[in-house]
């Protein structure tokens, strides 16, 4: 297989990534030419591209803010790198190596931001463009960085080490200053031992030339930057964690890993003022408080009116087994303990001025949690927290699947948004959200676009994600209807799923009708209706299906019984287990066989229902003979028929949730009729192979789904008892049609993994039989094994008839085969363009309404993309049918196969879905080895095949889907949406989209010192640090500490940092670009020269420093 990065198909071209792509060729059955339709996509209609990240940055780690852009950086353990402004300003970076961001520092109002990372690199950031992109980074190669401190308007940044050492870096040029505070010089000389690492570094905010750094042994230093010698050394028995001044200079504060907080004064460094333990049990006697755990951050902010504000994380006493963490905020006498519901990454104090020498006037605190993001109001009473408008709770409850809608209704989302608009909670602060810098992109894409999350709790939330934001609209609970279980007894769910039983498995939307339906892990389907008004339902309207597999010993096999069908169950009662004399086959009831019962227990007392979405019916299936009922594994529902439809591995069943009634429930084999391509026999448990598609399994005694990569990937991968490597294995494609078994009629787990499991489901109007001379409403429904069944439907005339007449389903014994499991199936008129499902539109069911008729007869209206309607015999429709390994588009009513196209031979298809785009439509399909493709249709042309990401977990296969106008998604960590799209013309207005994140602000004016500190010399303190610094008087620091490198911040990013700080460098930078590279090869030319003398300047300069503060002797 050959290795590329991203390629695009030349039209008519077929050069492929395998053998799959030179095989392939659009296939045309002699002597049965269809007519030729024009396809106007072409392959430079399609480039494939990130474009924004939502959620919650995954597993952060470090916090930074920028007082007067009023912008919040996070930094998260894989090196990625979040920017936040107003809401709908956001920003996803990623630094290359992935390693962990440990500190961010905003060089404040100057659009850049500085990282300093777990490999010991800093990067400068440069944030005036709308992508930011890094303009410098340095190496440091025998030194690890542990703290770097970078003073407001200064343009050195202080870098604390491992060993003890500050280093300082000019941030204009990204080099090191030779000047260099060595812990051996900062500590007493009668000191025996290393202070340890540089845990903290800030300077005095009355005096620059002040340098207070504490290390983690417990001594604190302050270092005279002039005259380089230690001021005065301030030592304590516990290990530091952090430090912070007063705004005055004359004191301050250091948190200790034994739960106190020491204060010191500045000019008395013998013993602190006062040592406090928030947290510590005050003991009789005078003695020392009991130790705390450590104070892990402390924080210091002065008003001008009152106390100042102690503000400190961690500190707990050890006592408290079991409590939240929390965060304390002292005020005067008062302390508040704020419990929050995760672990405390880090958390920042917001104040009026960026200035360290001025009242600081605290008004909120951001509090960095390790899945959350809360802002406190310190202003206001009881201290409440501002409502976060992000959209950060993707994860409140694991996401377990995904739908993505673009171009729906325009009336759904204020639809949405009204119901959700109440769910909201109260008792947030009054004030606007403080973080509120950057400015919106022009968002030029105007089409609705909604985002549908399942998550593992049963709950399902509705996003509004127009122009590349996202927003919560509305929150459903599934898990409503059913009784909580309370006692262990009372779990007979246990043995489908150990956790999370309502996890939701496979979403069915129609955003016309604003039908919704769910399937859940539990073996059950709930259907849905959107009103806007309150009801009560008295009694929650349910069914229970017995779909069972028996397989008897005739070479025909029958599923279950045959169809006289299963009766509506009226009330919400389980039917009582009957006693059974031989032991259980399921692994929870010991007493006898569970039979005729459902996983879960629906509520059986009025249900009060909000308005939004509203329980129209619940389907469960029920334990037969003491096997569990297997998971579904695909769904469809259909609002102009009337009816839902869902299978698994055992078979199929359809119900018409107008008359609460199955309508059909079968076997898979059943389905076949007399046409089954495979003898089926009984299977014994020993299995040389397994049937095209069913992947390499892990034997494992769950209730597994082999070919659950259909219609959401999810399907069983949310039983905890499903083997991983099932999917992500490639297909063997083994060919084993036979399937001769011994004769046992033991059905095992190995036994359920190679049943053909029913993985798409697709509603339609079309000629169901070869002779057909018009279409008709039917289902067609595809396996795992690559087969493609046709049911039709016989449904009774509208209005009021729909309600007393049964609907009649029938196979129509019409049968296609693919290659792989069916993943996909869509429907195309003559024209080409594609043919939706019927709908019938939204209207209020909960009103009584007038000319009731009237509206009923608009039922059943196939809403065509074309003016098309099918009627006349001379007009035909196209089928496209995608599966795991190749997708056919086949002519109707003829059934002849027009195209062809074999998309993998050594992977499969993941997710593939029929989209539109630019006028036209195409099937896009994502694949287990990472690429993404999009074929033209009806022709299946190769438009796009690039190599995106290989799958390296289940939740990506679970959570991809395309969308049109070339959108997509999938969840890329357990808390964050990453959306791309395939569409050129989406890539190019991408920039003009994103908003920005520098705007030009006022930098507020700096404290008037007054005219009595001015008189007598008070006030703060400037340094000449260029004086200090520069390598006129400190000289250039040693080669071999660490290693420059440019960064690809490119043109643009040059061009927006030149002005500001690292102004000078850009412009030279500029200036160096226009001029050309020329320079390059002089530099080349002299590398040897330079080396050279590189190595005779180190060693004079470590000779320098070796007898620098030496004494004549002392030599």
Known sequence: MRKFNIRKVLDGLTAGSSSASQQQQQQHPPGNREPEIQETLQSEHFQLCKTVRHGFPYQPSALA?????????????????????????????????????????????????????ADDTLHLWNLRQKRPAILHSLKFCRERVTFCHLPFQSKWLYVGTERGNIHIVNVESFTLSGYVIMWNKAIELSSKSHPGPVVHISDNPMDEGKLLIGFESGTVVLWDLKSKKADYRYTYDEAIHSVAWHHEGKQFICSHSDGTLTIWNVRSPAKPVQTITPHGKQLKDGKKPEPCKPILKVEFKTTRSGEPFIILSGGLSYDTVGRRPCLTVMHGKSTAVLEMDYSIVDFLTLCETPYPNDFQEPYAVVVLLEKDLVLIDLAQNGYPIFENPYPLSIHESPVTCCEYFADCPVDLIPALYSVGARQKRQGYSKKEWPINGGNWGLGAQSYPEIIITGHADGSVKFWDASAITLQVLYKLKTSKVFEKSRNKDDRPNTDI????????????????????????????????????????????PMLEVRLLYEINDVE????????????????????????QSHPSTSSSSSDGLRDNVPCLKVKNSPL????????????????????PPQQITSLAVNSSYGLVVFGNCNGIAMVDYLQKAVLLNLGTIELYGSNDPYRREPRSPRKSRQPSGAGLCDISEGTVVPEDRCKSPTSAKMSRKLSLPTDLKPDLDVKDNSFSRSRSSSV?????????????????????????SSPSPCLWVGTTLGTVLVIALNLPPG??????????????????????????????DTTGCLIPPAYEPWREHNVPEEKDEKEKLKKRRPVSVSPSSSQEISENQYAVICSEKQAKV????????????????????????????????????????????????????????????????MRIARTFCFTNNGQALYLVSPTEIQRLTYSQETCENLQEMLGELFTPVETPEAPNRGFFKGLFGGGAQSLDREELFGESSSGKASRSLAQHIPGPGGIEGVKGAASGVVGELARARLALDERGQKLGDLEERTAAMLSSAESFSKHAHEIMLKYKDKKWYQF
């Open 65 to 117: 803010f920028d007082p007067v852009q009023k912008i919040l950086a996070v930094g998260t353990q894989t090196g990625a790198l979040r920017l936040f402004g107003r809401p709908g300003v956001e920003c996803y970076c990623q630094h290359d190596s992935g390693a962990a961001v440990i500190q961010l520092q905003f060089l404040i109002n100057e659009g850049a931001l500085v990282s300093a990372l």
């Open 497 to 540: 799923v150990d956790e999370d039983p309502y996890a939701i498995q496979i979403i069915s939307w129609c955003p016309e009708s604003r039908m919704l339906c769910i399937a859940g892990v539990s073996a059950h389907v709930i259907i849905y209706r959107f009103s806007k008004q309150e009801v009560i339902t008295e009694v929650i």
């Open 556 to 579: 025909t096999p029958e599923g279950e019984q045959p169809p006289p069908l299963p009766t509506p169950v009226g009330g919400s009662n389980p039917q009582p287990i009957p006693p």
């Open 608 to 627: 009060k229902q909000s308005p939004g979405y509203q329980t129209e019916l619940v389907i469960q299936l029920v334990w037969v003979g003491g096997e």
């Open 748 to 772: 095992t787990s190995i036994d359920k993994e190679s049943r053909e499991a029913i993985s798409a489901l697709h509603f339609c109007e079309t000629f169901t039989r070869k002779t057909d």
């Open 799 to 828: 209005g009021e008839q729909r309600l007393l007449q049964p609907v009649i389903v029938s196979p129509s014994g019409t049968i296609l085969r693919l290659k792989g499991a069916i993943l996909r199936m869509a429907f195309l």
């Open 890 to 953: 086949i002519s109707l009513p003829t059934q002849n196969c027009a195209y062809k196209q074999n998309i993998t031979e050594t992977s499969f298809v993941l997710r593939g879905d029929i989209v539109a785009l630019s006028n036209s439509i195409c099937l896009a399909c994502f694949c287990a080895n990472g690429h993404i493709m999009t074929f033209s249709l009806p022709s299946l042309r190769p438009l796009l095949d690039v190599y995106y990401l290989p799958l390296t977990n």
